[in-house]
């Protein structure tokens, strides 16, 4: 028996789990899905149990300052995540964006595809 993939849905609004949001998912839909909600979540998520097979990014994660701006978004945790794997030799788990901010959405895929470039 197959042991399902783990993908690592970051969001803190959309649940995974409804509609049709695990479309997608970079690894399919019959996957165990961990929903973490936060890039405090993300990084602990990552830190404790490794890399999931895949990853769903959202930018704005609800996390706002008093100046309206918000603290940690999907990008600070992509920036992070190619941290994590140049320090771990590890490649990016396949990932996709379901971000409703199209610049933000832009930013995070721009930067793992420079990342991904950088290293081949």
Same mark, same amino acid.
């Given at each position: ?22 479309? *997608?998912?970079?690894? @399919?839909? #019959?996957?165990?899905?961990?929903? +973490? ?8 998520? &990552? ?22 701006? *918000?603290?940690?978004? @999907?990008? #600070?945790?992509?920036?992070?995540? +190619? ?8 490649? &990016? ?28």
């Amino acid at each position: 028996m197959m042991n399902k993939q783990t993908l690592l849905w970051l969001d803190d609004s959309r649940d995974p789990f409804e509609d049709d949001w695990l479309n *997608f998912s970079p690894i @399919g839909k #019959d996957v165990i899905v961990k929903w +973490v909600k936060s890039y405090n979540e993300f990084v602990d998520w &990552i830190t404790f149990n490794g890399l999931p097979e895949g990853i769903c990014f959202d930018h704005d994660l609800g996390d706002v300052n008093e100046k309206n701006k *918000f603290e940690k978004t @999907g990008y #600070d945790c992509a920036k992070w995540l +190619v941290d994590y794997c140049e320090i771990n030799n590890k490649s &990016i788990p396949p990932y996709s964006i379901q971000s409703a901010n199209t610049v933000g959405k832009e930013n995070i895929d721009k930067y793992f595809k420079n990342y991904i470039k950088f290293i081949s």
